[in-house]
């Protein structure tokens, strides 16, 4: 993955890969931890936002409250929904999840709001990505005198909107798809009817012959 992809400065970078054996053993439902194991290629911590000024090494960085950013590999999907569910429980901080698959990608963040307060989770589909494309987590003209957390809720609410363009997208795509099955099957079944006639008529004129 390319250095600076996220639009996020450097002094906030991590670059390690997590232990997925040891993560994914933590999963209760023996089904969703196989469902896990297999399809999950790989996972790394990228980023980690903090307020504090001044860090000077990553094991400084990890150790403050902030925004983390993980990518995760997978060899075939699964639901971002419950990708970023099973993760939030697993990790128990506020989070950024970036899903690769095929040539597509998905994101999904965590807001754990506190004792007494429901938790905000969202997570968007599946949609065709470009690898050199930068994906801007961080809008500098908007972000540069907000704290982590309002800049957490800024990307929260920017997932959701992210989340409604792509299930308008696909229904469309789906149909559109419809629309075409219907126009081709109706045009196929004409061909087939003029087909019919015509090998009956082929037929009549061969036992008129004999």
């Not at 040891?22 to 209760?28: Q, S, V």
């Not at 089904?31 to 936002?49: A, G, T």
């Amino acid at each position: 993955m390319s250095e600076g992809r996220y639009n996020i400065p450097k002094q906030y970078k991590v670059d390690k890969g997590m232990p997925l054996d040891a993560l994914l053993r933590r999963i209760d439902n023996l089904k969703c931890r196989r469902i896990f194991e297999s399809e999950i290629e790989s996972m790394e911590w990228r980023y980690h936002l903090v307020d504090k000024d001044g860090i000077t090494n990553r094991a400084e960085l990890v150790r403050e409250q902030g925004l983390s950013v993980f990518e995760v590999n997978l060899r075939r999907k699964i639901s971002p929904d419950l990708l970023t569910e099973v993760f939030a429980g697993l990790l128990q901080r506020p989070v950024v999840m970036v899903y690769f698959c095929g040539g597509e990608m998905s994101m999904g963040t965590f807001l754990p709001m506190g004792e007494g307060m429901p938790d905000k989770m969202c997570s968007t589909d599946f949609y065709p990505y470009d690898a050199d494309r930068m994906i801007e987590l961080l809008d500098f003209e908007t972000d540069w005198d907000k704290s982590v957390d309002q800049i957490h809720r800024r990307i929260l609410a920017d997932l959701r909107q992210q989340k409604r363009v792509i299930m308008i997208e696909k229904a469309f795509e789906r149909l559109n798809k419809e629309r075409e099955r219907e126009s081709f099957a109706f045009e196929f079944s004409l061909e087939n009817l003029e087909r019919i006639r015509a090998d009956a008529d082929f037929v009549q004129s061969q036992l008129k012959v004999v």
